[in-house]
């Protein structure tokens, strides 16, 4: 499987930033999946590979959602706290302690979110946070979800409907495209695209 991956300037992924970043990070990539979707088990493995679980899902759950997303944290034993509510929407935080359980919820918010919806998660479980007033950028109401990057934190975020992966980092071990071509599973051919 090929990836794609593309180092973004600060320029570049400001402008388009669906949280407010608190603190700042060292590096952004950008993933690219040009031969398939996004596929669930090369992200499970990746995750494997870095040691990543346990891992924090940051998610927006529309209200006709809520109560499949509660059913299936409960039947699956999935810990989770709503941190938000805005407009028919809420703001979630999922514990995903294994493969396991990424293998179960993964399908499930592919499902509920067209992944422009808020799709993140970190390895730092205390860096995601809500201010109260709903933000807006154009015409579109932005959930004001924070990112708090203080201390060695990773986030991953979904854009253009699921189809890149960004990674956002202030991490040694994702301080270069060879860090992140080397964390990458043994079946993957990473391809480094430049400006």
């Keep these: 499987m090929k990836i794609e991956i593309s180092e973004i300037s ?3 992924y400001e402008e388009f930033l669906r949280f407010r970043m608190i603190g700042s990070v060292s590096s952004v990539f950008e993933f690219n999946f040009p031969e398939t979707d996004i596929d669930t088990e090369t ?28 059913l299936t944290c409960n039947t699956n034993t999935l810990k989770f706290k709503y941190i938000g509510e805005y407009n028919g929407s809420k703001v979630a935080i999922l ?22 919806d808020l799709v993140f998660w970190s390895i730092k479980k205390n860096c995601f946070t809500v201010d109260k007033m709903i933000g807006q950028r154009g015409v579109f109401d932005l959930i004001p979800v924070n990112v708090n990057f203080a201390g060695e934190t990773t986030v991953f975020s979904f854009t253009q409907s699921g189809l890149m992966l960004e990674v956002y980092s ?20 990473p391809i480094e695209l430049k400006e």
């Design 10 to 12: 600060q320029m570049q």
């Design 43 to 70: 992200i499970q493995i990746w995750m494997q590979n870095i040691s990543a679980f346990p891992i924090y899902f940051c998610l927006q759950i529309t209200d006709s959602f809520t109560s499949d997303f509660e």
């Design 95 to 116: 514990e995903i302690l294994d493969s396991e359980s990424f293998s179960v919820i993964f399908p499930f918010i592919n499902l509920i979110s067209s992944m422009e």
């Design 170 to 189: 202030n991490s040694s071990f994702f301080n270069s495209y060879q860090d992140i071509a080397n964390s990458l599973p043994d079946f993957v051919i």
